[in-house]
């Protein structure tokens, strides 16, 4: 009986929650692009949760700031490539 009575209460129409559930899981689909974005550690991750934040409502915001986060995420500090003339002399072998 005990039983009933809880599973009749967490999912009537008077209960929060079913509203909260969808709540949650609402907002956790809007900031996916974001979170991806803090996952990958992409150097435009302020940037990305501000387009996802302002403009992420209308859609192509959202979507924007979704590709944007799947993009390349670079590097801080980019380094070239050692070639053989750019790298230091070797110690003479004996």
Known sequence: ME?????????????????????????????IPAMIAWVRKHRSLPAIIALNILLGWTG??????FVWSLSWPGHDNPQPPVSKANSPAEPDQY
């Open 3 to 31: 039983q009933e009575f809880m599973r009749s209460w967490a999912w009537s129409t008077s209960s929060p929650v079913p509203f909260f559930l969808l709540n949650v899981f609402l907002w956790a689909f809007y900031f």
């Open 60 to 65: 192509l915001g959202w979507i924007g700031a």
